[in-house]
């Protein structure tokens, strides 16, 4: 299960997706297609799996993916400029999950933030809250958030569409109340 958030990520993981011998399911997100720049080329030759680091830092560990990933980088910047140094974990790929990169970085850290486009509760954003507090509760010296999308349809007119997805201001205001926790 692929989610790519950048040009170069896509044709990296579509390339491994049609080597790969399994059913492999691909999300590609339509805003990405005018928002993003860069060279789409794939190769077969990489592994399907893990994540990468996007931005080091040591406050606390933001994981996301697909589109939502700009918007973690761009709060991530935002903080810093208050003393809040995040490290920003783009996932790329949801399922096999490099949980050995993501329980790294929260130790490193011990606060997590999931920022995703998708609803809060029944998804990814939720699983992911879901074990990194069960398996990396004695690590963590907050509890783990998410940001995502309004619980509702993604509505067609864009100011309604702004106002459902992920906002960089509700991301930066979940990050503080971790780091501050």
């Not at 140094?85 to 783009?90: Q, S």
Request: charged residues 25%.
């Amino acid at each position: 299960m692929c989610a790519p958030a950048t040009a170069e990520d896509a044709g990296l993981l579509l390339g491994a997706a049609i080597a790969d011998p399994n059913p492999v399911m691909f999300f590609e997100q339509k805003s990405l297609y005018t928002k993003v720049k860069g060279s789409l080329t794939y190769t077969a030759d990489k592994p399907l799996f893990g994540a990468v680091v996007r931005r080091h830092g040591g406050d606390v560990t933001i994981l996301s993916y697909g589109a939502a990933l700009h918007l973690a980088l761009e709060a991530a910047d935002t903080l810093a400029s208050e003393g809040i140094d995040c490290e920003v974990i783009d996932l790329r790929v949801l399922c096999p999950l490099d949980w050995e990169m993501l329980a790294a970085s929260v130790r490193k850290t011990s606060r997590c933030v999931v920022v995703h486009e998708d609803y809060p509760d029944y998804g990814v954003g939720a699983e992911l809250t879901a074990r990194v507090a069960f398996q990396l509760f004695t690590d963590l010296d907050a509890p783990p958030a998410r940001v995502g999308s309004c619980f509702w349809p993604i509505p067609f007119s864009p100011p309604l569409e702004d106002e459902t997805l992920p906002s960089v201001e509700r991301a930066t205001d979940a990050i503080r109340r971790v780091a501050r926790f």
